[in-house]
């Protein structure tokens, strides 16, 4: 295995966690303090309080898309196909890239960008970088031979790793960019489903294939006066290199002797922030709620054992990645980085306690561990940022996962820098945007660029954040179906939306390594398709009492985080601090995700389906991607 840590920031990992280990805590006055941050953070608004931006709404000038702004002409296209795919990340690509495979290759890969990517392809903010590591997190390095260039690759190693993907399967050919999926139904008569498009086009599919993404709508933060500023302004997923001047991999050259501010320090601020302060006069950084940093530890991947690594590697780094972070064991996992740094810290806890199936002692064990770790993280800023009052703010006070945490080497660093200021808008929230900047209490800060890094829409419903509404049999809408929150058997099939897979978080598994999940759902249905195909069947539905038992087990594996999720300070994991109401993240899910791998295969190996309902070949149609009667082809 690649060992390609950076020596220093590597020994720093296992300091933080060797001084945590001797930490003594006292649990009830840190607990007594997380609950005071975590009230001073709530919003009665929720999800509500923030903007989504559309390109229907008021806010769409934020959506245009700066790396191609003008829309490449073409006229609608009517088309039969054997499957339809909506979105070009690496859900979409993944399970384009196994149909094809598979020789299923009558299908379309319909796309709002101009280019494969998703997520990457919109995220090009100066410093952009993955936080998992690049081996397990790019999917099939395996079958492309493809070396990552460092431990966390960069998010334009990514973005071109996403075009390999389509070249090598040859998706280039089947995808259909800057299309907007606007309206599906399903036509009973004709076992498909109808797709429309913003672009004219009519698809009918025998099976649609969805991951609209959960990161893929930005938001705004609900602050009133945006459309007032006079300066420029963006969201960070829209970077404006023409303000900013430089790249993704920084030399912001034209923010030189600019006021710039930035709302938002998750982990996209975590990594925009120490390139900002590079570059302009000044930063003021507005802080609602501090991240947790880790060391990052980035370095060159070492080729020479990257090429020994035997076949099969990538898969079981992955299983073991998922095993430690959800403490399932997975000690011997070849990858160091901050997860796996806290998931053996907190395994030790486990062990020292000797049990792990007494629940209240285990409870103990970890919140205790998880208490030390953050106090030593805290204790991490103190040794880095020099003044007490920046190192203050930055402190955070909530546990582990309660929020995602970051990783950085550069970015406690950057506040040594004068030009920097954090501005703590927790307890005195920002109260508007003026022509000139930003109004906190009785302060107005004036600035010449604000960047928004207010992360993206998971609190409204599936439908809502996809961008249109599924009818399925019997005229029943998914954005009624689904207006509490998605039900989908295996996280994948929805009750009367038969032939239809939704990929990505809707009942299946949190993991920090998304992708793997996604790669995961792509296996799972291309073997369901391959098998469809071989026997002539058309339709592939769920049955009720396969999703009613689905949905109290998944309720059931989720109650232990969800009442941990209740006490956390609020944020996307929780729904804003309402992890009871609809929530993509939160409670709503299998876990742990080597669990529900392990579920799926078994599930496939059985060869039984049980839970589903295959049927056909229908009468009218020998073979699936053939002319329909009416000619529509
Ligand atoms: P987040 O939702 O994580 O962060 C949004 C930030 O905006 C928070 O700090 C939030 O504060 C702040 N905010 C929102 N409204 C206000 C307000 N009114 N006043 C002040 N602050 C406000 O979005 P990100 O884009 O940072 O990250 C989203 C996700 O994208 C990550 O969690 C991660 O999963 C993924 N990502 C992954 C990366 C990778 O390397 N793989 C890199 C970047 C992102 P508060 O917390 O108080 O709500």
Not at 172 to 179: E, G, I, N, P, S
Not at 239 to 265: C, E, F, H, M, Q
Not at 474 to 490: D, I, K, M, Q, Y
Not at 532 to 556: K, N, P, Y
Request: proline share 6%; charged share 25%.
């Amino acid at each position: 295995m690649p060992r390609t840590d950076v020596t220093v920031t590597r020994s720093e990992l296992e300091s933080i966690a060797a001084n945590a280990r001797r930490l003594q805590i006292d649990v009830d006055e840190l607990r007594e303090r997380y609950r005071a941050e975590r009230d001073r953070r709530f919003n009665p608004r929720g999800s509500g309080q923030f903007h989504p931006i559309a390109a229907t709404n008021e806010y769409s000038r934020f959506d245009r898309d700066p790396w191609a702004p003008e829309i490449e002409p073409r006229p609608p296209m009517t088309e039969t196909l054997d499957v339809l795919i909506i979105g070009g990340g690496f859900g979409g690509l993944g399970a384009a890239t196994r149909l094809v495979k598979a020789g299923i290759d009558n299908l379309r890969v319909v796309e709002v960008a101009a280019d494969f990517g998703g997520t990457w392809y919109w995220n090009r903010y100066p410093g952009v970088r993955c936080d998992i590591e690049s081996y397990i997190y790019l999917p099939f390095l395996e079958e492309t031979g493809f070396v990552p260039a460092d431990k966390y690759s960069t998010g334009g190693e990514i973005l071109e790793y996403c075009r390999l993907l389509g070249r090598t399967f040859g998706i280039y050919d089947k995808a259909v960019f800057q299309t907007r999926v606007v309206g599906i139904e399903w036509l009973n008569a004709e076992q498909r489903y109808r797709v429309a498009t913003d672009r004219g086009d009519t698809f009918l599919a025998r099976f649609v294939i969805t991951q609209s993404g959960i990161f893929s709508r930005p938001q705004l933060p609900g602050i009133p006066g945006i459309d007032d500023f006079e300066g420029d302004s963006f969201h960070t997923s829209r970077w404006d290199y023409d303000v900013t001047g430089g790249d993704a991999t920084g030399s912001l050259d034209r923010l030189v002797g600019r006021r710039v501010g930035i709302i938002g320090t998750g982990a996209t601020g975590v990594q925009v922030i120490p390139q900002l302060a590079r570059a302009a006069d000044r930063v003021i950084v507005f802080q609602r709620t501090p991240t947790y940093i880790a060391p990052r530890g980035n370095g060159p991947t070492d080729r020479e054992s990257f090429a020994a690594l035997a076949p099969g590697w990538q898969q079981q780094w992955i299983d073991t990645f998922d095993r430690i972070t959800t403490l399932l064991d997975g000690l011997n996992c070849p990858i160091n980085d901050g997860w796996t740094a806290f998931g053996r810290h907190q395994a030790a806890a486990l062990q020292e306690i000797g049990s792990r199936l007494d629940p209240d002692a285990r409870a103990a064990a970890l919140e205790a561990s998880d208490l030390a770790w953050n106090q030593e993280l805290r204790n991490w800023v103190d040794r880095t940022v020099h003044d007490p009052h920046k190192a203050a703010v930055l402190k955070a006070y909530y546990r582990t996962h309660c929020k995602r945490p970051g990783f950085s080497d550069e970015y406690l660093e950057a506040f040594n820098s004068p030009n920097l200021t954090v501005l703590d808008v927790s307890a005195t929230p920002i109260d508007r945007i003026t022509p000139k900047g930003v109004v906190v209490g009785d302060t107005e800060y004036e600035l010449d660029v604000l960047i928004h890094a207010t992360g993206f829409d998971l609190g409204h419903t599936w439908t809502e954040r996809a961008g249109y509404d599924v009818v399925g049999r019997n005229g029943t809408r998914l954005s009624e179906r689904w207006r509490t929150g998605s039900v989908a058997f295996h996280g994948l099939l929805a009750r009367d939306f038969p032939n239809m897979f939704f990929m990505g978080v809707t009942q299946t598994s949190g993991t920090p390594n998304f992708a793997g999940l996604l790669v995961q759902q792509a296996v799972h249905i291309a073997h369901l398709l391959e098998h469809m195909r071989r026997h002539g069947s058309t339709t592939i539905e769920v049955e009720q009492a396969a999703q009613d038992e689905w949905q109290r087990m998944v309720l059931e594996r989720a109650a232990p985080r969800a009442a941990a999720l209740a006490e956390c300070t609020p944020g996307y994991f929780n729904n804003e601090g309402e992890p009871g109401k609809t929530s993509v993240l939160g409670p709503n899910r299998f876990a742990p995700a080597v669990e529900l791998y392990q579920l799926l295969a078994k599930w496939r190996e059985d060869g039984r389906f049980e839970g589903v309902r295959i049927a056909g070949p229908e009468p009218r149609a020998a073979s699936s991607g053939e002319p329909l009667p009416d000619g529509t082809d």
